[in-house]
């Protein structure tokens, strides 16, 4: 559906075919809509009204954040490692040495990969047991699974060019490589990210008693999800500047609808009982990579920039401000891939 869709639409218009297959996608050919006050405002008000009560729930003193009265685990050395790599990797990303340029593009992977060995040394020194410790096989298959996970919004993107990248100039081979390795570090990110924020005092059973919502497994609500999804992909390239959040909507409700119809448990499904605390840390984990995301990309010399219509204003580093509210689906979709992962490998290991 993700592949196909969108280019069912595309061909059923007078729109060339090619242009959205280009590889590299260097061609920019899609005019976005200029900024829009009635836009921004709707969008802005959706957005707070979606998220404004679990942000007053978790604000609420109900005694589930004092702090725990045990005591921390030792810092461990790999964890310090990561630090000093993350700074080193830091200065040399926003820097320009001449001799350093032949490597100047490529700060993001050893940025990311501190962070990453950063994250689960937090969350060893909170619990005692993190990713890279407790489930090394695990962990080490989030990283191509990740590269291909990656490619998929990539490959959607074509449809919208919401963002693009410059500063470097690849071949076809190159860039594949390169990005992969790159794109590799999303999943590992996110989700060593969400074990720390999941271990946190303040976080501790605040979201265990929230909305219950029943419908979660209805199997009618799912079709319905299917086919407006469904839908909604095969036209983001019709209508780009209207269904460019569709970009990271559509995948998640395809991923929960189709858990739905074959049985399977989903992100959404402890919300039946009330329990939302999967998907605030998921939500949150994406929201604070981003924020490192979004940092680190402004003044490195292979980025990202973005073009985004009807609401590309107040940017924070590269990204208009709404534009932030596209890690949260983002969050819940690093979760559900995950959670699938996981599965399918506690099961290949017997």
């Avoid at 079709?223 to 500047?241: E, F, M, R, V």
Wanted: aromatic letters at 18%.
């Amino acid at each position: 559906m993700l592949l196909g869709l969108p280019l069912v639409g595309i061909v059923f218009t007078d729109l060339p075919l090619q242009q959205y297959l280009q590889f590299p996608p260097a061609t920019r050919y899609i005019v976005h809509a200029s900024f829009s006050w009635p836009a921004f405002i709707g969008i802005a008000v959706f957005s707070l009204a979606a998220i404004l009560p679990l942000i007053i729930k978790g604000l609420q003193e109900d005694g589930a954040g004092k702090p725990d009265s045990l005591k921390l685990y030792r810092f461990p050395w790999w964890g310090w490692a990561g630090i000093i790599t993350g700074l080193i990797a830091w200065t040399l990303a926003w820097t320009r040495f001449p001799w350093f340029a032949s490597f100047q593009p490529h700060t993001f992977n050893l940025l990311w990969l501190s962070y990453i060995m950063v994250m689960n040394a937090l969350t060893y020194q909170r619990k005692g047991h993190c990713l890279i410790i407790d489930r090394p096989g695990f962990f080490s298959l989030l990283f191509p699974v990740s590269a291909v996970f990656w490619w998929f919004f990539e490959y959607l993107n074509r449809f919208v060019q919401n963002w693009y990248y410059t500063g470097v100039s690849y071949s076809p081979l190159e860039y594949f490589l390169y990005a992969s390795l790159s794109f590799s570090t999303v999943l590992p990110a996110v989700l060593s990210t969400r074990e720390w924020i999941s271990g946190t005092s303040w976080l501790k059973g605040k979201y265990k008693s929230c909305i219950q919502l029943h419908f979660v497994q209805s199997r009618a609500l799912a079709w319905t999800l299917l086919l407006i999804s469904g839908a909604g992909l095969s036209c983001i390239g019709i209508l780009p500047n209207y269904l460019f959040s569709l970009v990271w909507i559509s995948p998640l409700l395809i991923i929960i609808a189709l858990q739905v119809l074959t049985g399977e448990t989903h992100i959404f499904s402890y919300t039946a009982q009330g329990d939302w605390s999967l998907i605030v840390v998921s939500a949150l984990a994406a929201l604070l990579c981003g924020c490192f995301w979004e940092t680190w990309n402004y003044h490195s010399l292979a980025r990202w920039e973005y073009s985004v219509p009807l609401v590309h204003r107040y940017k924070i580093f590269e990204m208009p401000v709404l534009g932030y509210a596209g890690y949260i689906p983002f969050g819940l979709e690093c979760a559900a891939v995950g959670s699938m992962l996981e599965k399918l490998f506690t099961k290949s290991c017997g």
